[in-house]
């Protein structure tokens, strides 16, 4: 029997959501990396990682596959 309060683990991280929410307000690596205190290096490598994770090939196909799973609003 299932217990009842299981939630399934986020598919991104906590960083990887914030990186995104950024993206879709048309921010660019640099101002990401500006704003959240990290490097252009790590921005990148967080990006990439949510797309290896969703299984897509680009940036936008990542955001389109967020929006639709209700990661990301507009």
Do not use: C
Not at 4 to 17: A, C, V
Not at 22 to 50: G, M, P, W, Y
């Amino acid at each position: 029997m299932r217990d009842q309060s299981f939630q399934s683990k986020p598919l991104l991280t906590k960083r990887e959501k914030e990186v995104f929410e950024l993206l879709v307000q048309d921010k660019t690596t640099k101002e990401i990396a500006k704003e959240l205190f990290i490097s252009e290096k790590t921005v990148r490598n967080h990006i990439s990682n949510a797309m290896q994770k969703l299984g897509v090939k680009g940036r936008s196909q990542a955001v389109i596959e967020l929006l639709r799973m209700g990661e990301l609003k507009l």
